[in-house]
């Protein structure tokens, strides 16, 4: 194994003190948490958004705590969800007098921990909300999870949930357009090579040189199939089209798409599998209205992609153009 690092015992908190250290002006740490929090955090009169998960996805979701998006990150050890009172904390930590959502990606620890700590803020007084993302179009159940499983599409969750909030919206209509993209945003990933949880110092799974999984989770868990490399169009065109057997796209229908590396996979390419997927999108006379193309979620140095495809009515488009200002995210 070789990563850059001191000791794995310490790797997420190191990481942590890195970004506040990086981005002092954004950002801060809880005292004795492993939360991250916008350095104005808590805003008066606005819905606070609270979203984590375990490390090794990053930017998500530390990377995405600022103005337009998300007001605080909770971060777990790789790939383990965060425990009830470190989000108790954050929920908070946030909390301005109008409420907390809390968005969820649909991983069976996650949601029993969110949901823990809901109930302990309710206790205090604090409205919650919570949103489950379940934007995986490979497996219905996993190792990870009972259900969908939560990937990329969550960014495109945190940007329009964020963008309301910071209008001012109220808690249930912030939880109601975060409902919305969950039920018109839909994803599926690839990987070419696995990655290496720094605790384990192996592999989680392995492929031949000539050989892709298609399907793959953000954790390393097992797709749909394996089988031989695939050139960027027949990947394209294998993706697109299980993402649009689950969204039904019609002519004209106006889409965002989000193509995420995960974790090393170069630039050039997912620009090249972003070219052949816009011609698909173009033959079934789709309108992008906007597209995000980088590393968003993703899975330590996994080398693969996730195409994620975000049905557009009036409400969701302008709120997805509206300016942001992250770490990792800016509009």
């Known amino acids: ?21 990086a981005h002092p002006d954004r950002l801060r740490r809880l005292k004795g948490t492993t939360v991250l929090v916008r350095k104005e955090a808590p805003v008066n009169g606005k819905v606070g958004i609270v979203s984590g998960g375990g490390s090794g996805h990053e930017p998500a979701h530390g990377g995405f705590v600022g103005e337009g998006m998300l007001d605080a990150a909770v971060a777990g050890e790789v790939f383990t969800s965060p425990t009830p009172d470190q989000i108790y904390e954050a929920i908070k ?35 919650v909300r919570q949103v489950i ?24 969750v945190h940007k329009i949930a964020g ?59 097992p797709g749909v199939e394996r089988t031989k490399i695939l050139t960027a169009k027949e990947l394209a065109e294998v993706l697109f089209q299980k993402v649009n057997n689950d969204l039904n796209l019609q002519e004209r229908e106006e889409v965002a798409i989000l193509v995420n590396g995960l974790g090393a996979t170069p630039l050039m ?11 698909l999108l173009d033959k079934k006379k789709l309108q992008v209205v906007d597209t995000i193309v980088g590393e968003w979620m993703t899975s330590l140095e996994m080398s693969g992609v996730s195409i994620t495809i975000l049905r ?19 509009r």
């Open 312 to 330: 557009l009515d009036d409400q969701l488009k302008t709120l997805l153009k509206q300016e942001a200002d992250t770490v990792a995210f800016k």
């Open 133 to 156: 993302v379940n934007d995986d179009v490979a497996v219905e159940d996993s190792s990870f999870t009972s259900g969908r499983r939560g990937i990329a599409g969550t960014v495109l």
């Open 163 to 221: 963008a309301l909030a910071a209008n001012g919206a109220s808690l249930e209509q912030v939880e109601s357009v975060a409902n919305k993209v969950i039920q018109n945003v839909k994803s599926m990933g690839m990987s070419l090579t696995p990655c290496t949880v720094p605790a384990s110092g192996k592999p989680g799974f392995q492929l031949a040189e000539n050989e892709i999984e298609i399907g793959t989770g953000i954790h390393g868990e």
């Open 269 to 279: 390419e997912l620009y090249v599998l972003h070219y052949n997927l816009k011609a």
């Open 93 to 127: 930590a946030v909390h301005g007098g109008k409420g907390v959502l809390l968005i969820i990606k649909n991983y069976t620890g996650d949601v029993m921990n969110f949901e823990m700590a809901a109930e302990m803020a309710e206790i205090d007084g604090i409205k």
């Open 1 to 21: 194994m070789k990563k850059i690092l001191n000791d794995v015992e310490a790797v997420v908190d190191e990481m942590l003190e890195g970004m506040v250290a």
